[in-house]
């Protein structure tokens, strides 16, 4: 229904069904468990990347950080 509504946006379940049972962890999963695995996957990276980060970078000391914001 959606690639038949909208037929320019992009539909990665339409180059391959094959594909849907390693992306959302079911061969039954429709467009929308796609998207929410995605996302999911994404906000973890996006918080493994953060983490490790902020583990390897050495903090400010407080002198740099006074009078950094006014309120």
């Known amino acids: 229904m959606y690639g038949q509504a909208f037929p320019d946006r992009f539909d990665s379940t339409a180059l391959n069904p094959e594909h849907i049972r390693f992306i959302a962890l079911s061969p039954l999963a429709k467009d929308m468990a796609v998207n929410i695995f995605g996302a ?31 309120g």
């Open 40 to 70: 999911l996957r994404s906000l973890i990276l996006c918080m493994t990347v953060t983490i490790g980060f902020s583990l390897v970078t050495k903090p400010k000391p407080a002198g740099e950080l006074r009078n950094l914001v006014h």
